[in-house]
């Protein structure tokens, strides 16, 4: 396609609807399509990065992390792009556009992950948007708006780059420690960024036309239903509760049963309490402790304290407020009854975060131009969509996890799927741009 | 008193029951009493060594254990003793009896601690007997059985140095990995020992005439029943039972709550049931989950494996074999129904070690001379005393642990409790050294 010929197909694509559109533009080929294989090589590429027995670790700022991110940027020149890493160590490269009046359509994802995770969360997401942009400027579509791509820092350790990127991130939170065991203030300077300039890296309310970010599903809802996309209606809102359970550090052989104050035992009861009250209320409420560390963690020694943490997460706040009650509640009935005391401080609180009904539109009439199947559907995952939404309209594309399996070595997603979704992505900001 | 005079004395205790004695020998100060003082202060001046904010953290052949075993040879010297360093890094020194055909007599304890412990746990029955054979010395009582005084290595770890004093460790547990992260076979270098020469520091039924140990109870009993003296009859069997729970990891957003295969949380009802089970039994029977480690241990991912230790103790061994069973049976049910796998693998068994019946009638005898209450009762704990019973007849006295507490920074037991625990030890082996 010449550029005369670009420019009668954008013109066509602005003025009509989606799918009648690919009949009356014959000579454009409408749905687009990415390289699919080039994407899932560039996949399959990154997963000797940070590959360990127990997974992926590329946990941010950590070495295999920033070797992610030298990967990411190496794409991203391949592509004939040309990426900038922010002060807030997030980065962007963009294609322009023909109207520099308009704000940029953004997509993108992330490239950390989590500890012993998998090579899909993130990197589709962010390898396919470099993937939508280097088509564009391979099949010489010049769309009104630039298209920027994003890859931001550290969203497993609670979407910090994208929270640094609509200025959310307190100064206090900046000294927090990340997994790899740096604060994010020195992960801010290992990635690249500058702490110092941290307010010319803020986005706000009209610096972006919309945000869009593809993503594994990280639930088994498409792969057990057999479809193809999903179109994300929100992401839930979460609570990262930090629980403190006080008890009395004895001898285990010397401490009759019935003279104990076991955290253990406590933490272990609250466990499964925080399970049962979770799952006794219809609905798609999760709550989940993945975390605990035991004090003094010896075996012949009852334990004094357990540090444990529960996960709260539903699309509806009333819900996540309801539930941090009930447990807090069930949590000082088992310290009255077994000599212990419980404390407890959130770590996180995340509003739930809602796709915008347009944007959801142009993913559904791309997902449709493309003849996949599609549900609407919520995200039980954080993601750095939800950051984003604060300030521009969101929508997420999700495609089948395997066995609905992720945070885990055994994470997986099709080629074909994740082709599909990128399909969907870059029709989605064609689409986009008609607005 | 002269030698003239000591020899009369001696030969009247040697004829006549305890009791009448210290009337019918009014020149003799019988009962015999220790320096309680100096006993308190060396132990108040143990206090300092490996003092943290979290407790007293002496573990076996840490800086401060050494340290501590530093102490402990300057505390033998001042008192006119001899220490010498086995192949097994364990020290004795001797007060030389009258009959050298005879075997010792074999006092003592340990000086490691458990992590963030207290400090009355192994140093009371060390300093004790130190303190004991000083008096001896300095009452010129020289009884017709030397008297040995043992300062045994790692007991923390698994009594490591009276296993090798009786010959009971395996050359492959000589590369376990102690608290502190040196294997027992690098801990024998640190001790002064010579892992070359172990053979050389085992002892054979024979070599000891018996082996009386002084330590506090480390449980409540004493203390709740306001009882002075603890005559033990025999120190439980115990298992420590590593259960390996191997579930999925999986996203704590994404995945809903019935499609899950949680190890946290099926760990957790393990915890649980391990608690109602031992509990659903009259007896005395103790069961303790104080170790857990988890996998990935991140606050949003749900837990692919958690491994946890059981500590089960009971002086009736059929008990321990039945119990073990139901943990099992009980971990395999929770297994089945929550999508995870239970595996066990025994990281301890010791047989219970019963007291001999001699041994307690003269620390009986002694704590009635003393005019101290005084009952029988198992050890909950194990001690080094359980392995010396293998090879000598063998006793306990238990002072009282204020509040039970013990492995813990609230251990504590009162300085005039532990003069009497000395008094009683002195005057059990002077009616040991009668037989």
Not at 70 to 89: E, H, K, N, V, W
Not at 147 to 170: H, M, R, W
Not at 351 to 361: E, I, Q, S, T
Request: proline fraction near 4%; charged fraction near 20%.
């Amino acid at each position: 396609m010449n550029r005369r010929h670009f420019l009668q197909h954008t013109a066509a694509l602005s003025a009509l609807p989606l799918i009648p559109r690919a009949r009356r533009s014959p000579e454009a080929s409408v749905p687009l399509r990415v390289n699919g294989d080039r994407l899932n090589g560039w996949l399959s590429a990154f997963d000797a990065i940070g590959r360990t027995p127990g997974g992926i670790n590329r946990t941010a700022y950590s070495e295999a992390d920033l070797a992610g991110r030298a990967f990411t940027l190496d794409l991203f020149r391949q592509s004939g792009l040309t990426p900038r890493i922010d002060a807030a160590g997030n980065i962007y490269a963009r294609v322009d556009g023909r109207d520099a009046s308009l704000p940029p359509i953004l997509i993108g994802s992330h490239v950390d992950s989590v500890t012993n995770g998998g090579n899909f969360d993130g990197p589709v997401g962010t390898f396919g948007a470099i993937e939508v942009a280097r088509t564009l400027r391979e099949r010489n579509v010049r769309l009104r708006h630039s298209v920027d791509v994003v890859c931001f820092q550290n969203e497993e350790g609670g979407t910090i780059g994208s929270k640094l990127a609509i200025g959310a991130l307190t100064d206090a939170e900046l000294n927090g420690v990340a997994r790899s065991g740096k604060t994010i203030r020195e992960g801010i300077g290992l990635t690249g960024g500058d702490v110092s300039k941290l307010a010319q890296a803020v986005k706000r309310r009209g610096d972006i036309a919309c945000y869009m970010e593809l993503h594994i599903e990280q639930g088994g809802l498409l792969d057990k239903a057999g479809l193809q996309i999903g179109v994300v209606e929100g992401i839930v809102g979460l609570r990262w509760i930090e629980v403190t359970i006080t008890g009395m550090s004895n001898h285990a052989g010397a401490t009759p049963m019935d003279q104990r104050q076991d955290a253990m035992l406590a933490a272990a009861k609250f466990t499964v309490v925080v399970n049962d009250a979770i799952r006794a209320e219809p609905g798609r409420q999760v709550a989940t402790v993945g975390r605990a560390s035991v004090t003094p963690n010896t075996t012949n020694v009852i334990a004094g304290e357990v540090v444990l943490t529960v996960d709260l997460r539903d699309l509806d706040e009333t819900k996540l407020v309801r539930f941090q009650a009930a447990f807090e509640q069930l949590g000082r009935q088992i310290g009255t009854a077994s000599g212990t005391r419980f404390t407890f401080r959130n770590l996180v609180d995340s509003l739930p975060a809602l796709a915008d009904p347009r944007v959801m539109g142009w993913i559904d009439g791309s997902a449709k131009a493309l003849a996949l199947s599609s549900q609407r559907m919520p995200s039980g995952a954080g993601h750095d969509a939800q950051e984003v939404a604060r300030i521009a309209p969101m929508g997420m594309i999700f495609i089948p996890s395997v066995g609905g399996i992720s945070h885990s070595p055994r994470e997986f997603s099709r080629a074909v799927d994740i082709a599909n979704g990128a399909n969907v992505l870059l029709n989605a900001v064609v689409a986009a741009d008609m607005q």
